[in-house]
């Protein structure tokens, strides 16, 4: 997912564009909140106008979309705010039908947006990775983040979906008014949120309002954190995160990278041994 450091774009201020894309249906409009110029994958805020109607049918990539605001119908059912799906490549999804019109996250992950209309499943598709749940009702809150070292407290995460081999992640995270951490992270992924409510800052970025989206490159410091208000966000991570935290602002993402590998070295010697010696071959 090699698409380049943005932080942060304010969606709120720019207009939608017709969504006009062979294959697709008319009435849905996009923002492109990331791009990968090399794959065509992409992060988009969509907007689908009251009537909107898409046969049935499956995308070449894996496919994410959260319903930010109105009701949707696919197949059988009714969503509503909150609804999150991963779609599995070659997963044959319902018709789907908007009376009053939605506004969604729709992801991309592995190649552009596609649509082929069928109400049959791709022989090949990974029926086992496809997720419908309602983030807002239906996953716990968990009061720390991620492995250790843990974030400050007023911190909670919700796993949506996860990637049992790469360990990608999809998940809200929220921060209660008055949310602070003092020290600076950076992890060994690439990190991506929209912020469907509220504020969060950071010394380098300055403030993340509602409609706040980034897409921040493994190594990159950010933090310290404030959250005036509290804040609610969609985030993605694309590998397994572990929180590097330290205090110095000046450091560069090929400094914090060699360091992560001087603290796995402390970890797993063998392992970083394996992955800095050439020529194996497997
Ligand atoms: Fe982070």
């Known amino acids: 997912m090699a698409r380049p450091h943005i932080e942060p774009y304010v969606e709120l ?7 006009t894309l062979r294959d697709f249906p008319q009435g849905a409009h996009y923002k492109v909140l990331s791009l990968d110029e090399d794959t065509g994958a992409c992060s988009l805020k ?7 109607s898409r046969p049935p049918g499956m995308s070449y990539s894996d496919a994410e979309l959260f319903v930010l605001e109105g009701r949707v119908q696919v197949g059988e059912h009714t969503y509503g705010r909150g609804q999150y799906f991963f779609i599995p490549a070659g997963i044959s999804m319902g018709a789907m039908h908007s009376a009053d019109g939605f506004e969604a996250l729709v992801f991309y992950n592995d190649g552009p947006p596609s649509h082929v209309e ?24 968990l009061g720390t983040a991620r492995r250790n070292p843990g974030v400050a407290s007023g911190f909670a995460v919700k796993s949506l979906r996860m990637n049992p081999a790469s ?14 951490q003092d020290n600076i992270s950076y992890h060994d992924c690439a990190e991506e949120a929209y912020h469907i409510h509220g504020d969060c800052s950071m010394m380098q970025f300055g403030e993340l309002p509602t409609g706040g989206y980034f897409w921040r490159p493994a190594y990159i410091n950010h933090g310290c954190f404030w959250s005036k208000h509290g804040c609610i966000a969609l985030a993605r991570i694309d590998g397994e995160l572990y929180n590097y935290f330290h205090y ?24 970083v041994e394996w992955t800095t010696r050439g020529g194996h071959n497997h």
């Open 46 to 52: 969509m907007r689908f106008d009251a009537g909107y």
């Open 167 to 180: 360990k990608a992640n999809t998940f809200l995270y929220a921060a209660i008014p008055e949310f602070m």
């Open 118 to 141: 069928s109400d049959q499943h791709h022989e090949l598709a990974l029926h086992e990775a496809f997720v419908s749940t309602n983030a807002y009702l239906d996953a716990p809150w």
């Open 248 to 271: 110095n602002p000046w450091t560069t993402p090929d400094e914090n990278a060699r360091r992560a590998a001087s603290m796995l070295y402390k970890e797993k010697p063998n392992l």
């Open 13 to 19: 201020n720019d207009d939608y564009q017709p969504f």
